[in-house]
């Protein structure tokens, strides 16, 4: 299961560790919100609140190792017979996000009618980290949220077609494009899986029969994946997205062990990729958060 160090390792880190393999941690806008002190892009975009979020995974590890992100954990030794249910892990995800959020009620400048809301989310960020589509009943985790009346953001990197061919549509389905091309994808997402990039194209075509919303992220790292809109706009034409996210990397977590401050772009060299996307694609900027560095275009 979650060795030790590991587990010690996300505890100190402020992770809740739910069942065998998932976890739960407080997003910086969800705090920021209960104190009435902004909101995630995600609200501004899509109308979510971001105090009823519940940022979380069911499944630690990734197939990929990507420079930029902020914890990678490459591989978790789970049994068939240790692969939790759906009904386990999102029960024991609110509960851990009520304790993760109880001390914020004797906060000054709390908001406590936010604070109230936020022990009964209504919608989850299945992104904390890894690869959720390597939990082997995906589809059912996300059927059972919508049971209970949550909304659903699947943020996956797309190697895993298979699992997104049946899948129970989320409420936003994610698919992070990080490189125009082969070559900058095994450079800045370090693949374990041969074969990852007819994965990609596999699950970009697959995106294309969801009607859901559907949304390509692209995470932008400065003088690694920033270059190419033209091959990142076929690639974009395949899934057929109702919107495309140009989203400037943070330097955040544990990426600062392999990236300089100068990887992360500013606001407006986000903005340049992204007008330069708009004219390749078609797709039209429909909004923009400049303190998170993020760009969002738009088919209509």
């Given at each position: 299961?979650?060795?030790?160090?590991?587990?010690?390792?996300?505890?100190?880190?402020?992770?809740?560790?739910?069942?065998?393999?998932?976890?739960?941690?407080?997003?910086?806008?969800?705090?920021?919100?209960?104190?009435?002190?902004?909101?995630?892009?995600?609200?501004?975009?899509?109308?979510?609140?971001?105090?009823?979020?519940?940022?979380?995974?069911?499944?630690?590890?990734?197939?990929?190792?990507?420079?930029?992100?902020?914890?990678?954990?490459?591989?978790?030794?789970?049994?068939?017979?240790?692969?939790?249910?759906?009904?386990?892990?999102?029960?024991?995800?609110?509960?851990?996000?009520?304790?993760?959020?109880?001390?914020?009620?004797?906060?000054?400048?709390?908001?406590?009618?936010?604070?109230?809301?936020?022990?009964?989310?209504?919608?989850?960020?299945?992104?904390?980290?890894?690869e959720p589509t390597m939990?082997?009943?995906?589809?059912?985790?996300?059927?059972?949220?919508?049971?209970?009346?949550f909304t659903t953001f699947?943020?996956?990197?797309?190697?895993?077609?298979?699992?997104?061919?049946?899948?129970?549509?989320?409420?936003?389905?994610?698919?992070?494009?990080?490189?125009?091309?082969?070559?900058?994808?095994?450079?800045?997402?370090?693949?374990?899986?041969?074969?990852?990039?007819?994965?990609?194209?596999?699950?970009?075509?697959?995106?294309?029969?969801?009607?859901?919303?559907?949304?390509?992220?692209?995470?932008?790292?400065?003088?690694?994946?920033?270059?190419?809109?033209?091959?990142?706009?076929?690639?974009?034409?395949?899934a057929n997205p109702d919107?495309?996210?140009?989203?400037?990397?943070?330097?955040?977590?544990?990426?600062?062990?392999?990236?300089?401050?100068?990887?992360?772009?500013?606001?407006?060299?986000?903005?340049?990729?992204?007008?330069?996307?708009?004219?390749?694609?078609?797709?039209?900027?429909?909004?923009?958060?400049?303190?998170?560095?993020?760009?969002?275009?738009?088919?209509?």
């Amino acid at each position: 299961m979650i060795p030790e160090p590991l587990r010690k390792s996300l505890v100190n880190q402020h992770y809740k560790i739910i069942g065998n393999h998932s976890a739960v941690k407080l997003c910086g806008w969800l705090k920021r919100s209960l104190k009435d002190q902004g909101y995630c892009y995600k609200q501004k975009f899509y109308g979510i609140q971001s105090h009823r979020c519940l940022q979380m995974t069911p499944w630690l590890a990734c197939s990929n190792r990507c420079v930029y992100c902020w914890r990678i954990i490459e591989k978790l030794n789970i049994k068939p017979e240790e692969i939790d249910e759906p009904e386990t892990i999102i029960e024991g995800s609110v509960q851990a996000q009520r304790e993760l959020i109880s001390g914020f009620k004797g906060y000054e400048g709390t908001n406590l009618k936010k604070w109230k809301e936020a022990k009964n989310p209504n919608q989850a960020a299945i992104s904390l980290v890894g690869e959720p589509t390597m939990y082997p009943k995906i589809s059912d985790l996300i059927k059972e949220f919508h049971r209970r009346g949550f909304t659903t953001f699947l943020v996956t990197n797309g190697l895993f077609p298979e699992r997104l061919e049946n899948l129970e549509a989320p409420t936003n389905l994610y698919i992070s494009l990080d490189a125009p091309d082969p070559e900058t994808y095994e450079r800045i997402d370090r693949p374990k899986l041969k074969d990852y990039w007819e994965r990609l194209l596999r699950s970009l075509e697959i995106m294309n029969s969801f009607r859901t919303r559907r949304v390509i992220r692209l995470t932008m790292v400065r003088e690694w994946n920033m270059h190419s809109p033209e091959k990142y706009a076929k690639l974009i034409e395949k899934a057929n997205p109702d919107f495309i996210e140009v989203k400037g990397y943070m330097w955040v977590g544990e990426s600062r062990k392999r990236l300089p401050s100068e990887a992360m772009p500013s606001h407006k060299e986000i903005q340049e990729f992204a007008d330069k996307l708009s004219k390749e694609t078609g797709y039209v900027q429909k909004d923009e958060q400049e303190e998170s560095r993020v760009v969002l275009l738009s088919k209509v």
